[in-house]
């Protein structure tokens, strides 16, 4: 029987300063300070010859080239598989968002500053730091969950118009997930080795008014885990496309700090009575006067078996169709025609860079459909772990909330945590039913991720599905 080991660890990953982050399209100035160290954690979980490792870190989103080099710098520098290693993004929009290609959706900056280069050069490593620290310390362990709940922090931002279209706010009649799915690890002495916590909701509590980096409402929920269970907090971003704090886009720091509080209480909450260990309540003779029985709890050794695996699939994501040519050209002269306008009018970047958005898309469009047809799919990957009872399903895109809640009601396992913004971050997937609403998300929210259209609504179920099959097939094994 191969003894089940886990260790975690954690690296500090500030950003340059001065540098932009990439949250908000309007945000003009960049950050000069921070509210706490942005940092990237990470779990490592071993049984025989096999090892996963789990990660998440305090930056926007990751592009498919670099979660691609992060992931093989870690399996160099550790041995552990390409395969067997999941990158989580909180998604904190006071985080930076490393990207291959130069441009950038928006800041006091118009291109890439060499500090911010050399920033996304140094993350791989910073990312392997934090896997070598987590192996560093493995220890025998022992993994339980549970799931909490969190009310009316979060809601569903997909606020209808009243004019038959949609926009970011509270939509009080559609659903949101308001579970707090929490992975327990212990070693077998009792003691905090990691709390895994998944929860789906845009770290947006502050806006981008606040002249600062650091991780939203993620910094003080782990903060109150590490306080209250010791061991090492990471947190896991879930199906958080359509939700929004109740209480977002503050212009000034501290109101986020009461959501991480309370997020941070539900999963401690969540776990607290589900000790991972296998115990057994043993009878004392006792007495003096009279005869009294005492009970102790005795740790069960060897302690039982706990099977880790993980699987990932690569799938083609559909797109919906694509703009014409035609219909591109004659929006990039109206959007330069307005920016140029603003210009000699005097803007700031405040007002440019929402059009600047628009330009860059259709710009690099026009330059892709020059040479070739453009793509009618996005290639991403579900990657899939089991450790125990517990699950862990991560995606590639900001998901709508009522996906990740469908997942983990079919999942075979007793708790599991739905992540999105896993691996290569490839943008927004949107449920079937709410394209006909229109607004940001199944509209043109593609056009910061560099996609020619919108993900079709095909795409989601494809996630679910492929999601589920990957769960089942884990648990038969």
Known sequence: MSQLLAGAGSFIIDPPLPSDPQGFVRRAVAVRDSIEPNEVRACVIQSGDRTIAVLAADVTNLDTYFADRIRKVISTTTGIPYDNILLNSSHSHA???????????????????????AYFESLPYDYASAVVQAI??????????????????????????????????????????????????????????ATLVGFGCHPVVLGGEVPFSGADFVGELRRKVDFLRGGVCIFFQGAAGNVLPLEAFFDHQGPEIAMGARLGLEAVHAVVDKDPRV????????????????????????????????????????????????????????RKADYDAKVSKGADRALLNPIGYHITWLTSMLEMAALAPLPDSV???????????????????????????????????????????????????????????????????????????????????????ESVALLESLKSK
């Open 95 to 117: 985080g930076l968002w490393p990207r291959k290609e130069g441009e950038k959706l928006h800041g006091e900056f118009a291109k890439l500053t060499d500090a911010e280069h």
């Open 279 to 334: 115990i057994e309540i043993e009878k004392v003779d006792y007495g003096s006067v009279t005869p009294i029985s005492l009970y102790r709890r005795r740790v069960v050794s060897p302690q039982p078996s706990q099977p880790i695996a993980s699987a990932r699939k690569v799938l083609q994501l559909p797109l919906n169709p694509s703009l014409s040519v035609a219909d591109m050209q004659k929006e990039l002269a109206e």
């Open 379 to 465: 290639e991403g990957e579900i990657w899939v772990a089991r450790f125990g009872d517990t699950a862990i399903v991560g995606t590639p895109g900001e998901l709508f909330t009522e996906i990740g809640a469908e997942v983990r009601r079919r999942s075979p396992f007793e708790t599991t945590i739905f992540a999105g913004y896993c691996q290569g971050v490839l943008g927004y997937v949107s449920t079937p039913e709410e394209y006909q609403f229109g607004g940001y998300e199944p509209t043109v929210a593609q056009r910061g991720y560099g996609h020619p259209a919108p993900f079709s609504p095909d795409a989601s179920r494809m996630l679910i599905e």
């Open 136 to 193: 560093t310390r493995l220890v025998p362990a022992r993994i339980s969950g549970g799931t909490g709940i969190a009310p009316g922090i979060a809601v569903n931002r997909r606020e209808r118009d009243g004019k038959g279209g949609t926009i970011l706010g509270w939509n009080k009649e559609n659903f949101i997930d308001e579970d707090v799915p929490t992975i327990r690890i212990d070693g077998h002495d009792g003691t905090a080795i």
